[in-house]
């Protein structure tokens, strides 16, 4: 199974910083991608999907650049509860990054 | 319920013994998949149903680990010859379709002694 690369951090960012995390991977006929968070001891959960044209949910923005082959999350006016891993997921054939732990400081 | 379902949450077994980890996945997925993860790693694809294809094996560590899944629904993980380095949590997610959003169990704590 091809790789999917993540800075594992930790990202430590003070309430109300915004933070980005990117994630590479080597499957160029990957066809989606996704966001997951991981709280500890927890399974992973759904974020958000990540589509061609970059999408928003709330305080949260994920792009994916095709040409190099790289996926982002990029987190505004960050809570204490974003404190969590964070995971990027390609497909084909569908593989985890090894996640990204961000820590929000009070 | 509504979520996917995986028994027993947690397991104490010796080395050397067999176990068997089940998964029920939201009725109506077709995908099925396998994962384990250890302590601070991330997640380690083993299996892959997608309805009646064959299934990927091709993350499986060793002949040790076999899974199925019968009916097109719950799926057994069995290791056989349990080892230390098999303890991790096991978790189990499905999808509507192959390659969609994921729903995950809440896993299986695999303990080997």
């Known amino acids: 199974r091809k790789e999917v690369e993540q800075d594992p951090g930790p990202f430590n960012v003070p309430e109300g910083a915004t933070v980005a995390f990117n994630c590479t991977y080597s499957n160029s006929a990957s066809q989606s991608f996704f966001w997951y968070r991981q709280d500890c001891r927890k399974e992973p959960k759904l974020l ?6 970059g999408n928003e949910d709330g305080r949260f923005t994920a792009q994916l ?5 790289y996926i982002s999350l990029l987190i505004r006016d960050s809570k204490l509860s974003d404190s969590a891993t964070y995971l990027c997921v390609v497909n084909p054939p569908l593989n985890f990054g090894k996640g990204t732990s961000l820590l929000v400081t009070p | 319920g509504a979520g996917v379902s995986q028994s027993p949450s947690n397991k104490v077994t010796e080395k050397g013994k ?19 993860q ?9 299996i892959y149903f997608q309805g009646n294809s064959a299934p990927d094996k091709s993350g499986l560590p060793s ?17 056989q ?12 997610a499905s999808s509507f379709r192959g ?7 809440s896993g ?3 303990s080997v002694l």
């Open chain 2, 63 to 79: 002949d040790r680990f076999s899974a199925e899944r019968t009916g097109g629904s719950v799926s057994t993980l069995t290791i």
């Open chain 2, 108 to 110: 299986t704590q695999l």
């Open chain 1, 48 to 53: 958000m999907s990540v589509y061609s044209s």
């Open chain 2, 18 to 36: 067999d176990v068997e980890l089940r998964c029920d996945p939201i009725s109506g997925h077709t995908a099925l998949y396998w994962y384990r």
């Open chain 2, 38 to 46: 250890s302590l601070g790693q991330g997640l380690e694809f083993l």
């Open chain 1, 65 to 69: 650049n095709r040409a190099s082959q």
């Open chain 2, 81 to 92: 010859r349990t080892q230390q380095e098999d303890s991790a949590v096991y978790l189990c």
């Open chain 2, 99 to 105: 390659g969609e959003k994921l729903f995950f169990g």
